[in-house]
């Protein structure tokens, strides 16, 4: 991911302007330049915190020591006090609660340090605000990992059209799923070792499978099934009789049979027909 390269903010308070002397990240030789940082939009002060929030974002690096020493401190109260807000939960249940926690503290702590003003002085206030704004990020998490146990919900990490299934659609959930045991088996295996296939139905939303919108099964992928379900390929899978057991609870579940140039046969399974 680019990213530009800053060498040196200029944040004037009297004037309100600020100049940053940046390069992009992506070019080479390096070539830095002067650009204002401003939105017509917003006024100084958000500037500010916008420009705190990138910095925070990572879409902005560097900087002289100032604010190397802020971007360090706002990190460690990330690490620190900020347990509960993350870009894997947010992704995980389709919320944004980390630009708003990075908002708080470009806002809070930020804007004031780059001003030359003291906010210490209220840092319990501080504090509590970023206590608050955690707790208020737990109770969302655990309403939508409830929502999603009610719904048969499962997050996804990957998904891809069966080419040896035509029609159905193989799934690789996130690692970390609490609610698997609203798919029937999936208790068997064990995080990031199984895969989900489904009908169509199950995955109209993107990142996202409803597992009670249509026809799911899950199967084993310690063999690296993923490969073969999506792709028809082998790669380094080792047919046996396991893999096709996992292949024969699709047809079970579905009612479907492999395409054709999958050719069971040549390995020595056997399929049976499934009305």
């Not at 919900?153 to 998904?159: R, V």
């Not at 690296?224 to 046996?240: C, E, K, M, N, P």
Request: aromatic residues 12%; hydrophobic residues 35%; contains cysteine.
């Amino acid at each position: 991911m680019s990213y530009y390269k800053l060498k040196y903010a200029s944040i004037n308070k009297k004037s309100e302007e600020i100049t940053l002397t940046v390069a992009a990240s992506n070019v080479s030789p390096v070539y830095y330049f002067k650009s204002p940082y401003k939105s017509e939009e917003r006024t100084f002060r958000e500037n500010v915190e916008d420009f705190v929030v990138s910095m925070l974002k990572g879409n902005i690096q560097g900087g002289q020591s100032k604010i190397r020493s802020l971007m360090s401190f706002l990190n460690n109260t990330i690490k620190w006090q900020c347990k509960e807000t993350s870009y894997e939960m947010d992704f995980k249940y389709k919320v944004s609660r980390v630009d708003g926690l990075y908002h708080i503290l470009a806002k809070e702590i930020g804007v004031p340090t780059l001003l030359n003003e003291n906010w210490a002085s209220h840092q319990s206030e501080v504090d509590a605000l970023i206590a608050e704004y955690e707790a208020e990020s737990k109770r969302i998490y655990e309403e939508k990992q409830k929502e999603f146990d009610e719904a048969g919900i499962i997050p996804i990490s990957s998904a891809s059209s069966s080419s040896v299934f035509p029609g159905l659609i193989v799934l690789a959930p996130r690692g970390d799923m609490k609610n698997l045991h609203v798919v029937s088996g999936a208790a068997a295996y064990p995080n990031n070792d199984y895969l989900i296939i489904c009908e169509k139905a199950c995955y109209e939303r993107n990142g996202l499978c409803e597992t009670k919108a249509g026809k799911c099964v899950i199967v084993n992928d310690k063999a690296g099934l993923y490969h073969v379900l999506s792709y028809g390929t082998a790669q380094d899978v080792s047919y046996d009789d396991s893999i096709f057991n996992e292949i024969r609870k699709i047809t079970d579940t579905v009612g479907r049979l492999p395409y054709p140039s999958f050719e069971p046969e040549k390995y020595g399974f056997k399929m049976k027909e499934v009305a």
